[in-house]
């Protein structure tokens, strides 16, 4: 009878190689959606009705330029304050995910970039060529339904910069604000 004898260096290898595969060749579906998915909220800038920062949810993954929009989060409508002249303005519906974030996502979300093709296959609603008064605009969200969004700017140089926000439908109830948003990305 003929014993066969392994080479450990042939078992680790084999060890190593199932390892790699299992972990690295499974389905991108599985991983779920991250920070740079176009369609995916990680926190909100909290702003009042008059513009005043009031702190952020979460971490938002945002890369705002000189432009900034309040109330956040917002109902029926949202003012928007630019340095820059805006082309385009999209608005479209987000996933919030508050899990397993990186506390780098704010400087990491700078060096995204979307194309303007990919913005408008996701688009709820576009506003193009906004009239400004004074740098500033009043945007109607009447008719969208409650819930986590992105807003996307072009400027005129075609620059694109992008932020999140909340539409509520109703009122907050007895919640304080940060508790609703924690409800709304459940």
């Known amino acids: 009878m003929k014993t066969i004898t392994s080479n450990p260096i042939s078992v680790l290898l084999i060890i190593f190689i199932t390892s790699f595969v299992f972990t ?4 991108d579906d599985d991983s779920g959606p991250n920070y740079a998915d176009i369609d995916v909220v990680t926190g909100v ?14 971490i938002p993954n945002e890369n705002k ?10 109902q029926s409508f949202l003012f928007l304050e630019s340095a820059e002249a805006i082309a385009n ?40 060529g906004p009239p400004f008064n004074n740098n500033s605009l009043v945007l109607d ?41 924690d409800e709304a990305c459940d």
């Open 89 to 128: 303005i999209w608005i479209i519906p987000a996933n919030c995910v508050s899990e397993n974030l990186n506390n780098n996502i704010p400087d990491l979300s700078l060096s995204l970039e979307y194309n303007i093709s990919e913005i408008e296959s996701k688009q709820v609603r576009k506003i193009e």
């Open 65 to 74: 330029g000189n432009i900034g929009i309040f109330p956040n989060p917002c």
């Open 141 to 181: 969200l009447s008719g969208l339904e409650a819930g986590f969004y992105r807003i996307f700017f072009e400027t005129d140089s075609g620059v694109i910069h992008w932020q999140n926000f909340y539409n509520i439908d109703g009122g907050l109830g007895n919640l304080e604000l940060t508790e609703y948003l």
């Open 45 to 58: 800038v909290l702003v009042d009705d008059n513009g005043m920062p009031l702190g952020t949810w979460n």
């Open 24 to 27: 690295n060749c499974k389905d």
